[in-house]
């Protein structure tokens, strides 16, 4: 027989038991109570750096992990750009010296960072943490630019699509003949396949074809990133596509109002920018529950 006293002990003891499992529960959910879903998983919102305006082109050195970005230093009407960077596990951002960049693309296998502006291509190498940039294009005003073995820029106002082989010096630009569209942005996914976007909207052109395939939804676009299992993704006015290439219509995976700049961080977590600041989604934790 036990005693009542006791009883009533292993009732408290039970009791605090169950409380402090519940509380770490509840503590787990509210680290990601602000959480957002991403292809149907929950996920987190940490800002990175805030009150910035305008952050645009992002771009992810994933050696360092440093994350490169353009942001506006204009005031009233007339924009001006600032290219600048910040390491993975700092808050600080430093800016570099680039006249008007605006422009940004990674090659990490070379451990080289590009940036456009509207003089010209500039070279960086990030791990000599130098602050300036050395000048390899002059006389062309670069509007975006896609990094696949070769810098792939657009030619600012006549958006026209030049490539410049990079590994050679003193090579020159040259208009890549068969994008024949003005366009805005250009890229590159994991099978090979081309996209384009015009003020009609996005086209994909499969490697070895030269027809234009067009995906319906969402047709403003703001940039283009490829992650790091190759998929490629849109960055729309008001949110994040994917295209589905069976019916070919663009799915919005996450709607952010106003989103500028999408890039993704060594893990394939999506950093994304709005009007004011930079963000990064982390997946939540999930809880595996014992039997
Ligand atoms: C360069 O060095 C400075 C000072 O040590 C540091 O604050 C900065 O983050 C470094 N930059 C890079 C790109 O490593
Ligand atoms: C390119 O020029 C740099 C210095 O200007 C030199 O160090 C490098 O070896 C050259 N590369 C080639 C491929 O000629
Ligand atoms: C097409 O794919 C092949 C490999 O399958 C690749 O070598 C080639 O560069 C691709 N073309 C384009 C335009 O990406
Ligand atoms: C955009 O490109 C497509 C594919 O070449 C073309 O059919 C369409 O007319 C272009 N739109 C504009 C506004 O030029
Ligand atoms: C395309 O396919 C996706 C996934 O199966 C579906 O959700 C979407 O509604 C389809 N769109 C159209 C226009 O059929």
Known sequence: MIPRINLSVICVIIFILIESIDKTVSNKNDECENSVLVKGKKHKKV?????????????????????????????????????????????????????NGFATAVDDENHVVYFGG????????????????????????????FFRKKLYFIKYPIQRLYELDVHHNKSIPERV?????????????????????????????????????????????????????????????????????????????????????LTFDNHNNIIYSNPYEIVTLYPCETTKKKN
């Not at 924009?79 to 600048?84: H, M």
């Not at 130098?130 to 294009?137: D, G």
């Not at 030269?210 to 998929?231: L, Q, T, W």
């Open 118 to 145: 509207n003089l010209g291509i500039y070279k960086y190498h990030p791990d000599k943490n130098r602050t300036r940039a050395e000048k390899i294009l002059s006389k062309y005003n670069v509007w975006t630019m």
């Open 177 to 261: 003949k068969h994008i024949h569209e003005k366009i805005y942005l250009y890229g590159i996914d994991g099978n090979h396949h081309q996209y384009i976007t015009n003020d009609t909207g996005l086209y994909q052109i499969k490697n070895g074809s030269s027809e234009r395939i067009r995906y319906h939804g969402e047709h403003v676009f703001r940039g283009m990133a490829v992650d790091k299992k190759g998929e490629i993704y849109f960055c729309g006015k008001h949110g994040i596509f994917v295209a589905n290439h069976h019916n070919h219509t663009l799915q919005e995976i996450l709607h952010v109002r106003n989103i500028f700049g």
């Open 47 to 99: 800002v990175w750096v805030e009150n910035i305006d305008r952050p645009y082109q992002l771009a992810f050195y994933q050696h360092k992990e440093i994350l490169f970005y353009s942001y506006n230093v204009g005031i009233e009407e007339e924009d001006t750009f600032k290219i600048a960077y910040l390491h993975k596990h700092s808050y600080e951002h430093h800016d570099l010296e680039i006249e």
